[in-house]
């Protein structure tokens, strides 16, 4: 009890004074997950309180991350719900898990809601790298399903949605889902007309599909929209235009040959 009131006391309002007594009650054996009444342990009320410093610190001696309230609340969700964004980048650095109430929380705070999809962004481009293409995927998805409805969107929302959809656009194409990709790379040009990232990635996925005209089509939009000093990128694009115009008079060929067999 005296730990707990150690963090709210007016007396320990300034975060450096209220980190330093933490600090001294637990060398003296104060009970790093005692919880109060309604279920509150240090750690939630340093989340409140809105101090990355004593929040890491609790963090580092012990304090549990997943601790459940009486009412159902985490810690990251009481930081949420105070709008202490910094506590939020702590907790999330740490691995703490989003659940429902944590997106409830995050409802309509828009600096809150650009740092729990970024953080699912970066999680998911790390099992992209890797190699997990299912789990990026899935990152992926989660993240598109949280978004505010489109027509709400900022500038700064749109271009984040971009990112989720060609991402999980490539995902889908290698993990052998090459119409699921196409869809996605269609969104983003619904979003984005002149988006050169999407025609690529959606000729890409219309080659696997075997759809060379088409692919065609969007490997020279891209060539097009592409901008003039991105040199490599443009070598890339010309070697699949070439690529896309041997398979599609491959395709004319056997069809040709199909015909004659036919005759």
Known sequence: EQYLSCLTSPAHACPAQCSQAAQVLLDRGAEI??????????????????????????????????????????PLDRAIACRNVPVVQTFLRRGAK??????????GKIDIMLVLLN??????????RKGRLKEAAHRYNYALNKFPPV???????????????????????KLNEPSEA??????????????????YARAKARIDLRLFEDALCDVQE???????????????????????????????????????TSL
């Not at 500038?155 to 656009?169: K, V």
């Not at 969104?187 to 025609?199: G, I, M, P, W």
């Open 98 to 107: 989003l659940g429902p109430t944590t997106w409830t929380m995050a409802n």
């Open 222 to 260: 891209a060539i097009l929209l592409l901008p003039p000093q991105n040199r490599d990128i443009r070598r890339v694009l010309l070697n699949l235009r070439d690529e896309v115009r041997a398979g599609t008079m491959t395709t004319s060929l056997d069809t040709l040959n199909q015909t004659e």
């Open 33 to 74: 997950n005692k919880a109060d009444k309604t279920g509150r342990i240090p750690l939630d009320l340093a989340a409140a309180q809105g101090n990355p410093t004593l929040v890491q610190m609790l963090l580092e001696r012990g304090a549990m991350l997943e601790h459940v309230d009486m009412s159902g609340m985490r």
């Open 182 to 199: 196409v869809e996605l790379a269609t969104q983003v040009l619904k979003q984005k007309s002149d988006s050169y990232e999407a025609y």
């Open 119 to 128: 953080k699912l962004l970066e999680d998911g481009n790390v099992l992209y």
């Open 151 to 173: 027509e709400t969107l900022d500038a700064t929302f749109h271009q984040l949605r971009i990112n989720f959809l060609l991402n999980n656009s490539r995902c889908k194409r």
